[in-house]
């Protein structure tokens, strides 16, 4: 299982990157204000900020996301298959059994949080529960607990809460510059400013959207094998992605920021799909994984 | 530059390099003895639950009682076997063998089937076997980088040195599931 540990020194060097990537524009924006307004005070206040909401995207991002998904807690008593399918798995990946959560969607998807192996949670729909057999789940759990095991969930769990601030916060510029529209001129200075502002009120969602795209498409196959490596049994996985992929279920809590984590894209009504997710796909094609995973031998 | 500093500078990479392949190495190995120890974790935790299930058997299976001795013997055997890994492995196969005969013959014990402790106890078992398998499966993984570690170039020479030996793979087909249960009434 070379795969998994190799994998992880790379996601945590990503950490590291994005959140100085999310620093760097967090207190840049609160200096562009600053000069605006001509009020250094906002320089302050977004350091500390942007501070605070890394360490809570760091210790807390993983309840957030859960929250966002309405999910709740198994216990071995109250769900005996799924908790002992879980418990085995970690054994054979070397990991602490994860916390186990179900969150109440028809669709089938799986999603894995939390910041390392020791703090990871797994969540599974109720759709994915009743509608897939033993090795099937199995199989999803393996791809689930490789994703724990090379800290994927560390970088994209951060991301959920770092992207979605930093979406927050240029809309929020875009409102206040809207208001000023009209309002005091002073001179060449504030136009450029002006400008830049607005510059960076149509930057920063690209820049969240390619933050989020660089934990990689990459990593869902890379998971797909790994997760194959656990179980010996590449089919399991395949022919439970052949059963997600036919699923037309709608999800209601489909989010854009949390649409990466799951094991494919919650947005799988093709005609609904929103432009600018189609644009930035979080997932590699199903059909691509379910073939690399028919081919494979273990 | 003199060629003696030349020759120093070379030593001084070479023993850092030597260095941080033998921590490799060593970290390899005590992840595969923290492996082994989780196989006994699951060992032990199957040893505990079997004196409650002869226990319970005894009361309805009162002809049967080659069947229970032979899960005691077997039991007892596992917890006296003092070898490798793979030895006792083989003890605990052959303690899996005697435990599927006893579940096979309980088939026959309606009374037996229907006792809730008997079926909670079965499940108990069942589940301890796969977690056995699970953790096998994760020493040999620990192996498999051990040895690929010792037989790659050039941490090959630096284990050679320091005498690191390859381990061997647990099979992960038990010997009982390869032969069928055998049965007599």
Sequence with gaps: MASLYTHRDSNIRKTWIIFTVFLIIVIGAGFLFSRIYDNPTIVIFAVVFAVVMSMVSYWNSDKIVLAMAHAAPVSRESNRELYTIVENLSITAGLPVPKIYITDEAQLNAFATGRDPKHAVICVTRGLLERLNRSELEGVIAHELSHVGNRDILVSTIVVVLVGFIAILSDIFMRSLWLRGGGRRRGEGAQILLLLGIAFAILAPIIATLMRLAISRRRESLADASGALLTRYPDGLASALEKIRDDRTPMSIANNSTAHLWIDDPYNEQKKTPFLHKLFMTHPPIEERIKMLRGMKV | ?185
């Design chain 2, 1 to 185: 530059m003199s060629i003696t500093t030349i020759i120093l500078i070379i030593a001084a990479v070479l023993i850092v390099i030597i260095i941080g392949i033998y921590n490799g190495l060593v970290r390899a190995r005590v992840r595969m003895r923290e492996a082994l120890s989780d196989i006994d974790v699951q060992s032990k935790r199957r040893f505990d639950l079997v004196p409650n299930l002869v226990e319970t058997v005894k009361g309805y299976m009162t002809q049967e009682r080659t069947i229970l001795e032979n899960v005691t013997k077997a039991r007892t055997a596992v917890m006296q076997s003092s070898g490798t890994p793979l030895e006792k492995a083989d003890m605990e196969n052959q303690f899996t063998g005697a435990l599927k005969t006893l579940f096979a013959v309980s088939e026959q014990y309606p009374n037996l089937k229907s006792n809730m402790n008997f079926l909670e106890l079965q499940r108990e078992l069942e589940d301890t076997e796969n977690k056995m398998m699970a953790a096998r499966r994760f020493y040999n993984s620990t192996v498999q980088d051990l040895n690929t570690k010792i037989q790659t170039f050039p941490t090959s020479i630096i284990a050679g040195m320091f005498g690191f030996r390859e381990e061997k793979f647990f099979e992960i087909t038990a010997s009982a599931e390869r032969e069928p249960v055998k049965v007599k009434f």
